[in-house]
Each structure stands twice: as C-alpha cells, then as structure tokens.
C-alpha cells in the first residue's frame, strides 16, 4: 500500500527530512507526496516544557495543543519524531576530563593506556534512559498517546567519525569543542548504539504504535556516518540523508498495518 | 535532720527515669548525654551497616561534611541513577552490611585474607550477581571479566576506606545470617532471595550470639586500627525490626527482641573495652517509650522521617563541632564540574538552537522550515508537496 501524508514533528535533527522532501517536491520527485513538519524548536513554542519541583518534566499545554492541532489537521498516513537527540550528543560527543570507556559487543575497546574508568554497558544504558526519559522518550509517549497513525521514531545520525571534521565545524558546541576536545571515536559510537538500544527498548516496551526506525546499512561507514551525508555541523546529516531516509521510511511504513484513520 | 544519703543522691537528672521524660515531648528526649568526640566538617566520616546507616550518610553529606565516599561512579552518571547501582549509599559499594562478620570478612576479602568458595552466582538469564553484595548491580554484571574489574575495584575501595577514614560509622541490623557451610563466608541476604539457589547442603543458618557479635567486631577494629590506628568508632544499633526471621519455632517479634538485644550488648560491652568506640543511641531514640511507637510507619517496621530527624539532631548535636560550609563552597569544582555544567548543562539551549537553518537564512535560500503558525491558530506550519516551494523561512 502507497502511504501518501507523513507528518514529520521534531526538533533540529528534523531539519534534514523537511529539506529533502522541500527538494523532491520542487523536483516533482516527493517520496511522500504530502508532508508537513511541525518544528518544536520554532521561537513560539520555547519553552517545549517545564520543570516540577521533583525536577521531573512536563511538556507545555502550548506544546500539546500545537501536536494535537497539527496531527489532526494533517491527517496523517505515518508520523515520524526525529525529537531531541543531543542528551546524547551531550554525553558523548566531547572528550570527558575524566576518560572513560564502556564495553559494547562487537566493538574494540578503548586503548588500555588512555587511563580511566570503564562503565559497564549496563550503567552507560541505564544513564541514557535517565537523560531519554527527560529528552525525547518524553516527546514519543506524548505523540505516541495521541497519535492515529504508526509513529516511527529516528533516532540522531550515526557519529561523524572526523575529529577533524568535528572542530572545524564545532556548530553549538562552539568553543567547547576544542576546550574539552573530541571523544574518540569509537568511544561516540558505541554510546551512540547504547543511545539507540535504549529508546528502541523503551518503545518497545511500552509503545502503541510505534516503531524504532532502525537505520538503513547504506548511511554507514564502518558504522559512523557515510562522508556523503556530513554537512557542515558536528551532529547533525545534511539534505541527502533526509532524502535517503525518507525513502527508507516509506518502505518499511509500507509495511505496518495503515492507519486506523484521523484523530478525533 | 539530714537527708538519706544513697549512691543516686548526686546523680544528674539524665540517670532517673521520671526526671528524664517530665515535662518533655518525644522530640525533646534526649539519651544521648554527651558525644563521645567531636566532628568537623573536614573529619572524613565513613559508614556501613544496615539500612538505617543509609540515614546517617545522607543527613552528613546533605549537611555539608565530609562524608568519605572511596567507590564512585564515573561523574557522568547523575545521582539517581548512581545510587541505584550502590554509589554513594554507603562510603563503598558495598550494599547493606547487616552482621559484624559480614563487615570483618568484607575486610578480609579486600586486604586478600579471605576467598570465599561461593564467590559468584549465576543468574538464569547468564548474568553475574555478586553473593556478598546481591543488590548492587541491576541486571547483574554481564560477563566474568566485568564481574572481576567491578570486585577489584571495590576491593581498593573498601582498603581506602579503612586507611583513610577518621571516623567509622556501623550500625549493627541483624544476629540472623545464612553462611557457607564449605567455609563460614556469610552472605547478606539467603541465597535465592535475590540471586543464587538456595541449598540446605551448602547453606546452614545462623544466629550469632552477643559474644559471637563482639568478638567479630573487635576483630574488625583491629584490622582496622592495624592499618589507621587514629580512625574513631561509632556504633549504632538499628531500630528497624527484622522483616522475617529463619527460625520456624520462633515469633519476628521475639525473634526481633533477641536480635536487637544481643547486638545492644555487644556494642556495650565494646564501648567499655575497646578504646575510641563509642556508642550512640538511635535505637533507645526511635523505639523508646517516649516515642510511644510513632516514630515508625504504618507497617511498624519504617522509621517515619520525625524519628530520622531526632537521631540526627542529636546525632549533630552531640557529635559535630563547628557551623557545616555553605552550600557553595562544600565542594570544590572540578573539571568534571565544568564539563557538566558548560556541555551537558547546556543541552536545553542547544537543543532549541536551529542549527542547520541559520545559515542558509543568511544565504537567503529556502529552508523549508515550517512558518510560525498565526497566535491562537495552532498547528505547525504545513509544508506538502504543494506548498514546499512557495513557503518562504521561518518568521
């Protein structure tokens, strides 16, 4: 079955979906041939949410109210949450004054003489659940309760394996980038897939219509991102990755049960 | 006429039942009567023990002293999260010490003087539980390797905690045990109850007596003092009731009597013979009639937060000297500070930047970014396929 709207709802790492479906539909050429965006970091919805005295997160009625007016507006076939993603960028995209490394299978391990702590794998996930619950798990159980169609959640681009890449375009982490300096790479990417692991267990575990977007072999190299996708940012992919993804998207959507219809 | 002169005569007030209780509320009664040394907000003070002991440790760290902390989690992983892996619970991550044998063998175990024969188990699922500390690490450990790191990292925890400390905080929980019958090696909780099987022929109950009790603890104050000989004691016995008692024959509440008053007259006979230990009295505070039983929960088994409160107010009252530091300056910033406060502190703002669309705004192509929706309209901006190429930037 061909999924016609797709309602995108996210933040920055969204940016690269709406580019390339903005291109393909000037091309005539749209994967989805109709798709709205509802960008969460627009200037009107700060803040996204608020903070309780137990230091536990709510999202704003502003918030909620926009999601439930864009979803039901938009009618949509499939939604995609490309929502937060830098709690783990946070956590592992600068080099840490106190070095570390955390076992992952398959993965090599840091080089013994760098010093340091190794966290077990177990820890590292239960820390990214802690900074998900407040991140983007809290954005999918709002859109996942809401939502009349499957809700297909991306996670952020694979690491850029470049440190040089990464300084030279420091983006947000500015300064800081060469302040603390750059994690080892593999080091970003282990924790990128423990990031990964993480909300896929969450939404499988308590999801109702929700899937884990797991991403297509053909935007990695040796498991970071491919070069073609980089743009000039530290995180984040450009307009081709938007473009390659869009296409995986309708291809496995395609293959979920249709929506049961518009919201009420 | 003279009065009858008799040895209670000259006594303070604090000897005499009536003149102890008269007049006074529950938070008033103080049997303390004076602490037996003095703690300074840079005295590093070490504690283990039952779960009451987890009162202790957190009232002195949230007050500002220097509570010893030897097993830490990396700085990345907050504090929630790291208590639920045993950091920061006690001066080690060494779980609930409920026996003084327990606490003598986890001395011997670290300084290498004691291997016990059952020194891991096996969950069904394959991962690793530690036997001496079953609760410590959720999921368990995944594989050997990490199992061994996690334990040699504890050991040299536990070996700086007894080479540094200069005050020693213990509270005695329980007499009931569950020991290997291959070598005596105590084991926190039964086996199967929280990792392991149960086996009547490797596993024998124990119930230690008072003198079993002492001569376990004055064991481990010399192995202590072998290696710190300034380091002070502090004995607390824990008011909490035992949840359960092993012996079939006996009631928990008489079980309970027996367990509390054995433990109390070892940390007498202790504190009477051993120098620098001394004890202090949560237990009579929490379970005395004063208290008349309010000072526990609904399930007459959890101190209620009242009966905390008047262990440490006396508990600072009697034992610490000096104003604790402000808040601000408990704590040297460290580099790690920073990093968390200058990276992952800044994740909100981050976040709501618009990274990838700045600048091609100033380049003054189309962003495809949804447009601002009107004020009251709600509703994300719509970009389809028909309306992708004529929408201009984000107002």
Sequence with gaps: MRLRKLAGIGHSHLSCFQRAHAAQARAGAAVWPEASFLRLNQPALQPNFRTGPDRSRHLTEEVTRRIAHFLRRGAPDAILLAAMGNEYNGLALLQHPEPFDVPYPGEPDLDPARGGMRIPRALMAAQMRLLADRNVLMFWRHVDAVAGAPVFVVPPPPPIASTDHILSHPGAFGERARRFGVAPAVLRRKLWRIYCDTIAAAIAAEGRRSVFLALPAAVFEDGFLARRFWQGDPTHANEAYGALMLGHLAAVAGAVPAAEGALP | ?395
Excluded at chain 2, 4 to 27: I, N, Q, V
Aim: aromatic residues 10%.
């Design chain 2, 1 to 395: 006429m003279t009065a009858t002169r008799t040895p209670y005569g000259a006594l303070p007030d604090h000897c005499f039942w009536s003149r102890s209780h008269r007049g006074r509320t529950a938070a008033e009664i103080d049997p303390v009567v004076r602490g037996a040394f003095r703690i300074s907000p840079a005295t590093r003070i070490a504690t283990a023990g039952s779960c009451f002991a987890q009162h202790i440790a957190r009232h002195l760290r949230e007050a500002g002293y220097t509570y010893l902390v030897t097993e830490r989690a990396h700085p990345l992983i907050s504090e929630p999260v790291a208590r639920d892996w045993g950091y920061g619970v006690f001066t080690a991550r060494f779980g609930n010490l409920y026996t003084a044998r327990q606490l003598l063998q986890l001395v011997q175990r670290a300084y290498g003087d004691f291997a016990p024969v059952e020194d891991v188990w096996q969950a069904p699922d394959g991962s690793l539980i530690d036997p001496f500390r079953p609760n410590i690490q959720p999921g368990g450990f995944a594989d050997r390797a990490e199992y061994d790191a996690a334990r040699a990292a504890h050991f040299a925890a536990v070996r700086e905690m007894v080479e540094t400390c200069e005050v020693f905080v213990f509270t005695f929980g329980l007499t009931e045990a569950w020991i290997s019958r291959e070598d005596g090696a105590v084991f926190p909780l039964a086996p199967g109850v929280a990792g392991g099987d149960f086996d009547p022929g490797r596993h024998a109950f124990a119930n230690f007596t008072a003198a079993e009790v002492a001569a376990d603890f004055r064991a481990f104050a010399g192995l202590l003092r072998a290696r710190n000989p300034g380091a002070k004691i502090l004995m607390t016995v824990s008011p909490v009731p035992l949840i359960a008692t092993a012996r079939a024959d006996e009631s928990v509440i008489a079980a309970t009597a027996y367990s509390k008053a054995a433990l109390r007259v070892a940390a007498e006979e202790l504190r009477a013979t051993l120098p620098d230990c001394a004890y202090f009295p949560s237990y009579e505070i929490i379970t005395g009639a004063h208290a008349r039983g309010a000072y526990f929960a609904e399930d007459l088994r959890e101190v209620r937060p009242e009966g905390v409160a008047h262990v440490m107010r006396l508990f600072m009252e009697h034992y610490t000297e000096g104003a604790a530091p402000p808040r601000a300056k408990r704590r040297a910033a460290t580099e790690a500070d920073s990093f968390a406060e200058q990276v992952q502190g800044a994740l909100d703002v981050i976040c709501d930047e618009e990274l990838i669309d700045r600048p091609r705004r100033r380049s003054g192509a189309r962003t495809g970014a949804a447009p601002a929706p009107a004020p009251g309209g709600g509703g994300g901006g719509r970009l389809g396929a028909r309306t992708a190429a004529g929408r201009g930037p984000a107002a």
